[in-house]
């Protein structure tokens, strides 16, 4: 590389749950520099999540850890020219960017689901993604295959 490797930024905690992990996952969530309105859905939707949440020893915060914990993917498929054939390598993660992943998955299939605003269909998937079902889930779970059936190529790893 030319260039040195860019200095991480420090993240603030945000303001309701005090934690890093809702900054980050909010600054993915918003469109055209907009935070507030990314914050509010998230505020809405995990207030949607709390009121449909069945047991009461979870807080709402903590069933969309279990959801974005549930959707982190634990190795990926790789392209890897080897002589004129393109083979899928399996390769595991490091822990930044399967959060980043599992965020990334949790956001864009919360915004193709068919309910009427962004804070619902965003806890529809916490909620479904908390009970180990949804789309982001299913996305995982193929990952996951692709890379056992690459499984064999995995000595061809850069």
Known sequence: M?????????????????DKLVTR??????????????????????????????????????????????????????????GGATFQIPSPIRSDRKISIAMKWLIN???????KSMAQKLAAEIIAAS?????????KVDTHKMAEANKAFSHFRF
């Open 109 to 115: 299939f919360s915004r193709k689901r068919n309910e």
């Open 2 to 18: 030319r260039k040195k490797q860019a200095k991480k930024r420090p993240l603030l905690p945000d303001p309701k749950f005090n």
């Open 25 to 82: 996952f909010v600054n993915m969530m918003m469109w055209s520099g907009k935070k507030s309105v990314a914050f509010k859905i998230f505020y809405d939707a995990i207030d949607i999540v709390g009121s449909k949440k069945s047991d009461d020893e979870k807080t709402a915060l903590d069933i969309w850890k279990d959801a974005l914990s549930n959707v982190m993917p634990h190795v990926e498929v790789r392209s890897r020219r080897v």
């Open 131 to 139: 009970k180990e079902e949804g789309s982001a889930v299913k996305k």
